[in-house]
């Protein structure tokens, strides 16, 4: 199934419409056809490129991996045409980037995104990046790279709970999610916040800075429910105890996410606050 929606004027792929809508038109997809919701993939081309880069750093859950062709992140950090936001590099873990640019590309040449690959490089994305020779701002090269594009998106499917997982916001009201984690209130409102989890069977380890409180979302096919829970923050015991399942959470995040794949029936909210 391939989709094809458009952007206009008033709403350009970075905008928070669109964090909106692209996932609405993926939710009725679901609800229509029998989508393998670890194979969604999001491709974009040019502005749609940088498009992809928005969703990859601010609100990746629903997506196994990102193809943004002749596009270029940097657009996303000015204040004049990409909304002024500042990229977190930590929330592009676990999400694969294919990347292609053009050499001779008016407007995003490959050699402008040196820095920005040395950063995927030296953080430890995972990223294939191309550059096409002599390659200009269009997609004439498509056809010759098909096959390696699908071979990609094969290879490397979403896993739906993954046990380590971090996010970085620096907003409470929306891209505040990865997965199972949320954040849902920050320490300093000018200030981003960091949460890093990693899920040991039924032990959750967490590195918060400038988190007052978050949220863990349980799903029966990570943790197991007849027995304790426990979560360290910062190497303190916040929570240590049993925890109910709840027809409500299941319902809630079934009805916002459409995913078989990702079924959370417990919530369990951590405060840092005393």
Do not use: C
Request: glycine share 6%; hydrophobic share 40%.
């Amino acid at each position: 199934i391939i989709v094809i929606p458009f952007a206009w004027a008033e709403a350009y792929w970075w905008q928070d419409s669109q964090s909106e809508n692209i996932p609405a038109i993926l939710n009725e997809l679901k609800a229509t056809y029998n989508v393998d919701e670890n194979r969604v993939t999001m491709t974009g081309i040019s502005d749609g490129g940088t498009g992809a880069y928005f969703f990859a750093f601010k609100q990746p859950t629903q997506w196994a991996a990102f193809l943004p062709y002749i596009g270029h992140p940097g657009v996303l950090r000015s204040q004049q045409s990409g909304g002024g936001y500042r990229l977190y590099f930590e929330n592009l873990m676990n999400k694969p980037l294919y990347i292609v640019n053009g050499e001779n590309d008016r407007l995003y040449p490959a050699a402008s995104l040196d820095s920005f690959i040395q950063i995927l490089q030296d953080v430890g994305v995972s990223y294939t990046w191309t550059v096409i020779e002599e390659g200009e701002h269009n997609t004439s090269w498509l056809p010759d790279y098909q096959a390696v594009i699908e071979e990609f998106k094969a290879d490397n499917p979403r896993d739906p709970l993954p046990a380590n997982i971090q996010w970085v916001a620096d907003r409470t009201d929306r891209y505040n999610r990865n997965h199972w984690i949320e954040i849902n209130e920050m320490t300093e409102a000018d200030r981003p916040s960091l949460l890093q989890v990693t899920r040991t069977g039924n032990q959750f380890e967490v590195d918060a800075r400038g988190v007052d409180r978050f949220t863990l979302l349980l799903s029966p096919d990570a943790v197991d429910f007849d027995l304790p829970l426990r979560v360290v923050v910062n190497g303190e015991s916040k929570f240590d105890g049993m925890v109910e399942q709840s027809e409500e959470t299941l319902l809630d995040y079934a009805t916002q996410d459409l995913d078989r794949t990702m079924l959370f029936t417990a919530k369990l909210n951590v405060s840092l606050v005393d």
